[in-house]
């Protein structure tokens, strides 16, 4: 039985929801309004998120199953997600 090529529109769709999902959650991070001077940093930079997109959207849609996990560096966090949030895990 043949394995059925993913369908690229609907691949880029997903990875554009988890980009804009991931930049939503930097900037809310970022710009708190409850943010005291000496709280830490909380929040991140869209370019450190936007370079592991693909590959996180990779593990996440094709190779990662139910009870996998991935270990990250904090910067790809919010892609990570991002892609949780949609696949529903959490």
């Known amino acids: 039985m043949a394995t059925k090529k993913p369908n690229q529109k609907v ?9 804009y999902l991931a930049n939503q959650m930097i900037f809310s ?8 001077k000496g709280h830490p940093k909380v929040g991140g930079h869209s370019s450190a998120t936007a370079s592991a997109l693909h590959i996180l959207g990779a593990l996440h849609l094709f190779v990662k ?4 996990h991935i270990c990250n560096k904090p910067h790809a966090s919010p892609a990570d997600h991002s892609f949780n949030y949609l696949l529903g895990l959490f």
């Open 65 to 68: 199953t139910g009870f996998d």
């Open 29 to 36: 991070a970022n710009n708190r309004k409850d943010k005291l």
């Open 11 to 19: 691949i880029d769709q997903v990875l554009s929801r988890a980009h």
